[in-house]
């Protein structure tokens, strides 16, 4: 089935390592998206990416690192740099414009900082 | 800054009740409203979009009022699978290319 899919799904992090959460997408959509939501808050965006090799900087970049090599993968790093990392991660994907059409999101990465 | 506002509730309805949920945004260049229905510590997915006409879906209806920047959810005969949080979702036209705005959910509890 097409879908995306994150993982780990759960990842425990001593402070100063950095750490990569894989997003991988098989539904041959252009638009890549990281969010990250903390308890009672909404979904915050950390980078987006709309084609391959480029992306941009959403809200909350800093600490954060993204690339996109190929269309399907749209890893994140989090780095020591980053001052609260834990939180649930979420990667969604797109085909087009927002104007129509749903995000697709993968089953989110849970993080916790130890 | 561009925000959405919706009241978190938690809303605490008996199955067959009718509940509804108002969202405002700050963004009146805003072209597209969505609401997403996210379970608990799930990723959130797609309920409905909002079309300036309002539109249903079953037990569920959405409706927009551009003159006072709002967009509602109302959903009849609550079941118990309808419990979830409710995430009012509107892009951000004009601002940052691609980027949709999601509001902190209203949580919904549907009692038996």
């Known amino acids: 089935d097409g879908g995306i899919t994150q993982s780990p799904k759960y990842l425990f992090r001593k402070e100063g390592q950095n750490v990569t959460l894989s997003c991988e997408q098989n539904l041959n959509h252009d638009a890549m998206y990281w969010y990250r939501q903390d308890p009672g808050q909404g979904l915050r965006l950390i980078y987006y990416s709309q084609i391959v090799n480029d992306f941009q900087k959403g809200d909350i970049a800093e600490g954060y690192s993204v690339s996109r090599e190929k269309k399907e993968s749209f890893p994140l790093t989090v780095t020591s740099a980053q001052k609260n990392p834990t939180a649930f991660y979420l990667c969604?994907?797109?085909?087009?414009?927002?104007?129509?059409?749903?995000?697709?999101f993968g089953e989110g990465s849970r993080l916790t900082v130890l | 800054r561009k925000e959405v506002e919706q009241d978190p509730g938690p809303f605490n309805v008996p199955e067959g009740a009718t509940v509804a949920f108002n969202c405002t945004y700050s963004n009146s260049a805003s072209q597209s409203f969505f609401w997403y229905r996210q379970d608990c510590r799930k990723e959130p997915k797609l309920l409905m979009s909002?079309?300036?006409s309002g539109n249903e879906d079953g037990r569920f209806t959405a409706q927009l009022n551009r003159a006072s920047q709002y967009i509602s959810l109302l959903i009849r005969d609550s079941k118990l699978s309808d419990s979830a949080t409710y995430l009012c979702?509107?892009?951000?036209?004009?601002?940052?290319?691609?980027?949709?705005?999601f509001g902190k959910g209203t949580k919904l509890s549907v009692k038996p």
């Open positions: 909002v079309y300036s």
């Open positions: 969604a994907s797109h085909s087009g414009g927002l104007n129509t059409g749903e995000l697709f």
């Open positions: 979702v509107v892009n951000d036209y004009g601002g940052s290319q691609g980027n949709l705005i």
